[in-house]
């Protein structure tokens, strides 16, 4: 064992009057700028709130040993709590409140050895806090927007009991992200994500490394979430559409894989499940026509090949294999293949003559036949039509441009299967 220079607490402690603490309710502890040591084999229990503070030198605590925790972990010093920590680390928090919320807060994060979380839900409030060993997840661990990093870049750095990690937080509140470690590994990792309609990982993903990228000390910040509308917003960071593809043919969630910590990306594979909602609200999916598509910031439109994965409808699954590294993406979703071709329509366009968005066109992703696309206005008068499947209209009707109102758009055509179709929506004209 290292031998140890600070206070020594052996044995099991109960709150009794130690000088190293100052206590403002009986059952908190706060440790105002002393030194903690917890021995192997000794358990530290806290009733309450565990609160790590400075005086004339930061707060601090070496740990072998456990401390159980039944109220909220609250760190204000910088330097993150838990010092000497070993090349394996073996001190535990066991976060263990089944009746009462419990928080990771403060105003500076926290850096665990090895960190559980039994019983009721816990949230992570100060963001980069972290886990230098393992996280045992044995209840429902909410990330509300903030960053929790995994420095273990083995698959055992998440010991999953039960329950989940609960990501859902969107671009615009802010993502809520597991960032881990991985470097240069090369092995199969879960991150046991759930949406909260179950008490399962039902959206969990899977990241396989196949070839090791670099540095040894890069992450990855997985996360995932909802999209709240028929359209499909909020788009993740960076993305302004899901050109060209149809938002109602398109999934109601995204994936996030943020490997800009890597100067150079490994060779790896993801597999995403997803939820019946998912696919089923308010879509015009084919579930078993499933693609996965994706982009990053930068990108002009969302790509499918290469590659393309393979869904699995039986086991609500999409696994994208041997993802190439220059086809690396942060953001990930997926789209139905429409039997016979794909084509997308914008649901509203703005012909302002400023060079963007100023024709009304569908895109199409192979070259119809036989077209007709027809354009109304809310009384049903055609007033515009044309048999060109690249051209559009400009927004002018009876040589002026036409008042910003809702159209329906009707095409009929022949797509590459040598079926005709029919589709009809509606768009809108903005001035």
């Known amino acids: 064992m290292k031998s140890k220079n600070w206070s020594l607490l052996i044995g099991v402690i109960y709150f009794v009057a130690l000088s190293i603490f100052q206590s403002t309710e009986a059952q908190n502890v706060i440790n105002n700028g002393n030194a903690i040591v917890v021995n192997q084999g000794a358990y530290f229990i806290v009733g309450g709130d565990f609160v790590n503070k400075t005086a004339t030198v930061e707060g601090r605590v070496d740990i072998d040993g456990t401390i159980l925790l039944d109220g909220n972990f609250i760190n204000y010093s910088t330097n993150q709590v838990f010092v000497n920590q070993e090349a394996v680390p073996d001190g535990r928090v066991v976060m263990r409140n089944n009746t009462i919320t419990q928080s990771i807060a403060g105003t500076q994060p926290t850096h665990f050895e090895n960190i559980e979380m039994h019983g009721s839900n816990k949230i992570l409030e100060a963001t980069n806090s972290g886990a230098q060993g393992v996280l045992l997840l044995d209840a429902v661990f909410k990330l509300n927007s903030n960053n929790f990093i995994l420095y273990n870049n083995q698959p ?3 010991n999953h009991v ?7 937080t969107n671009s615009v509140d802010g993502y809520g992200t597991l960032d881990w470690k991985i470097g240069g590994q090369t092995s199969a990792y879960s991150i046991p994500f759930g949406t909260g309609s179950t008490n399962s990982d039902d959206v969990e993903l899977k990241y396989i490394s196949q070839i090791a990228g670099s540095p040894s000390t890069a992450g990855i910040k997985f996360a995932t979430y909802p999209s709240g509308d028929r359209y499909n917003l909020p788009y993740p960071t960076g993305i302004s559409s899901l050109s060209p593809y149809e ?29 019946n909602h998912d696919v089923e609200s308010g879509n015009s999916i084919i579930e078993s026509n499933l693609k996965a598509i994706r982009a990053s910031s930068g990108d002009a439109s969302w790509a499918s090949v290469p590659p393309a994965g393979i869904v699995s409808p039986d ?3 999409m696994s994208v294999m041997n993802i190439p590294v220059g086809s690396w993406r942060t953001n990930w979703t997926m789209t139905s293949i429409e039997v016979g071709g794909e084509f997308w329509v914008p649901s509203a366009y703005t012909p302002n003559e400023d060079g963007q968005n100023d024709v009304f066109a569908p895109v199409f992703g192979f070259i119809p036949t036989n077209y007709t696309l027809d354009l109304f206005d809310r009384w049903g008068e055609l007033i515009y039509s044309t048999h060109y499947f690249k051209q559009g209209w400009d927004g002018i009707y009876k040589g002026e441009l036409a008042q910003q109102a809702v159209y329906v758009w009707k095409i009929t055509m022949v ?3 040598g079926k005709e179709y029919t589709y009809h929506g509606n768009f809108t004209l903005i001035r």
Do not use: G
């Not at 039960?162 to 859902?168: D, H, K, W």
């Not at 910590?261 to 060779?267: G, I, K, L």
């Open 415 to 417: 797509k590459p299967d």
């Open 247 to 275: 938002p109602l043919n398109v999934s109601d969630r995204y994936w996030i894989t943020d490997a800009d910590d890597y100067v150079s990306r490994p060779f790896s594979s993801l597999i995403f499940k997803y939820t």
């Open 315 to 317: 086991i609500n699954t």
């Open 162 to 168: 039960s329950n989940y990690i609960l990501s859902e």
């Open 156 to 158: 055992t750095a998440i």
